[in-house]
T-cell receptor
Framework: KAGVTQTPRYLIKTRGQQVTLSCSPISGHRSVSWYQQTPGQGLQFLFE???????NKGNFPGRFSGRQFSNSRSEMNVSTLELGDSALYLCASCRLAGVTGELFFGEGSRLTVL | KNEVEQSPQNLTAQEGEFITINCSYS?????LHWLQQHPGGGIVSLFM???GKKKHGRLIATINIQEKHSSLHITASHPRDSAVYICAVRLGTNTGNQFYFGTGTSLTVIP
């Protein structure tokens, strides 16, 4: 059974640009959540999608957005990149939404903003 | 204010030692996750707990809901256990989940 796939694994952007990251969940999983990890702030929750609907969002500015498609694949977008957006972006899939369900993480997309 | 506090931040152990990592949280939760992150970034979920105790091989996780505290134990530690261990709490409602993470415990097991 294939795991959670994130693309691209590494990317470099410059300030002001935008970036789109992709996450393909485990087959049959309908929930995808996104996280940002930085040395200073650690892991932080970005948002969760289930059945193409954003169910919750962490404390991030509106430059961070996402969506989920009918096949459960999810994308997140960061517009007007800032140096502080340099981070490892992780997604996780879960078979269920709500209060139950184990999380399965991808390897992450490492974004560097110059 | 940190909703999740982990201790210790760093831990060095000799191979074979018994290891305990602690996690305290201040919010009402629906589940607590223990995560393992190796150099390079990939995260593996070790346990998801809402009550009691779970065991996988040499790893044991316990949670005390009343005291808002969880522990991760590693018995007979091995160098391959060297990683960062992260405690995460999930607040689940009918409208979705919210997650809060500890800052992680960096474990080094020396042969």
């Amino acid at each position: 059974k294939a795991g959670v796939t994130q693309t691209p694994r590494y990317l470099i952007k410059t300030r002001g640009q935008q970036v789109t990251l992709s996450c393909s969940p485990i087959s049959g999983h309908r929930s995808v959540s996104w996280y940002q990890q930085t040395p200073g702030q650690g892991l932080q929750f970005l948002f969760e999608y289930f059945s193409e609907t954003q169910r919750n969002k962490g404390n991030f500015p509106g430059r961070f957005s996402g969506r989920q498609f009918s096949n459960s694949r999810s994308e997140m977008n960061v517009s007007t990149l800032e140096l502080g957006d340099s981070a490892l972006y992780l997604c996780a899939s879960c078979r269920l939404a709500g209060v139950t369900g184990e999380l399965f993480f991808g390897e992450g997309s490492r974004l560097t903003v110059l | 204010k940190n909703e999740v506090e982990q201790s210790p931040q760093n831990l060095t152990a000799q191979e074979g030692e018994f290891i305990t990592i602690n996690c305290s949280y201040s919010v009402g939760i629906s589940a607590l996750h223990w995560l393992q992150q190796h150099p390079g970034g990939g995260i593996v979920s070790l346990f998801m707990l809402s009550s009691g105790k779970k065991k996988h091989g040499r790893l044991i996780a316990t949670i005390n809901i009343q005291e808002k505290h969880s522990s991760l134990h590693i018995t007979a530690s091995h160098p391959r256990d060297s990683a960062v261990y992260i405690c995460a709490v999930r607040l689940g409602t009918n409208t979705g989940n919210q997650f809060y993470f500890g800052t992680g415990t960096s474990l080094t097991v020396i042969p």
